[in-house]
T-cell receptor
Framework: QKEVEQDPGPLSVPEGAIVSLNCTYS??????FMWYRQYSRKGPELLMY????GNKEDGRFTAQVDKSSKYISLFIRDSQPSDSATYLC???????????FGSGTRLSIRP | KAGVTQTPRYLIKTRGQQVTLSCSPI?????VSWYQQTPGQGLQFLFE???????NKGNFPGRFSGRQFSNSRSEMNVSTLELGDSALYLC??????????????FGPGTRLTVT
């Protein structure tokens, strides 16, 4: 079993829809969670990071962490075609001192 | 502030050759991490350098090595290239690195093709 699981998609939604992207993890030692966006042929770009359980908002993006269920989510409101990209969740592994990435979910927003 | 830069952006090499990739971190960042990204394996951690010392290492063979200079610039070397080394190699910098909880900022990557 991988430490971080993420549905690879692809996920296709119409413009303006609310998008929900999710990751599950198995290591309860993970304390810090990040979401990256990667456009084709570019490096990942940090979108949001959060330490604790609950919600964190930044514009149209909301990151949600449920440590009891080992489940994290990224919500995108009023989705735009420019949001079409691959979204990766990531978390530092305190025991191994490295960052573990999910496999990424490919998202497509249809105009 | 300028972002993370990587050179070259594209590279084609032949099996058995070696290659050196370069990364310049964001000014003031002392940690540089390297990742390999492939469609099948996703983003995999190679190693992290902090203040010229390798601080963390992933599960890659010894053919993959790196170093960091006093100005925080880093190089990654792959010797005896194999077809399976074809990938996007990404460099990321952060102020303190993986020992803290600092976020990482990625460069655009070097796309390596081994023929």
């Amino acid at each position: 079993q991988k430490e971080v699981e993420q549905d690879p998609g692809p996920l296709s939604v119409p413009e303006g829809a609310i998008v929900s992207l999710n990751c599950t993890y198995s290591n309860s030692a993970f304390q810090y969670f990040m979401w990256y966006r990667q456009y084709s042929r570019k490096g990942p770009e940090l979108l949001m990071y959060t330490y604790s359980s609950g919600n964190k908002e930044d514009g149209r993006f909301t990151a949600q962490v449920d440590k009891s269920s080992k489940y994290i989510s990224l919500f995108i409101r009023d989705s735009q075609p420019s949001d079409s990209a691959t979204y990766l969740c990531a978390m530092p592994s305190s025991s191994a001192s490295k960052i573990i990435f999910g496999s990424g979910t490919r998202l497509s927003i249809r105009p | 502030k300028a972002g993370v830069t990587q050179t070259p952006r594209y590279l084609i090499k032949t099996r058995g050759q070696q290659v050196t990739l370069s990364c310049s971190p964001i000014s003031g960042h002392r940690s540089v991490s390297w990742y390999q990204q492939t469609p099948g394996q996703g983003l995999q951690f190679l190693f992290e350098y902090f203040s010229e010392t390798q601080r963390n290492k992933g599960n890659f063979p010894g053919r993959f090595s790196g170093r960091q200079f006093s100005n925080s610039r880093s190089e990654m070397n792959v010797s005896t290239l194999e077809l399976g080394d074809s990938a996007l190699y990404l460099c990321a910098s952060s102020p303190m690195g993986l020992a803290g909880t600092n976020e990482q900022y990625f460069g655009p990557g070097t796309r390596l093709t081994v023929t």
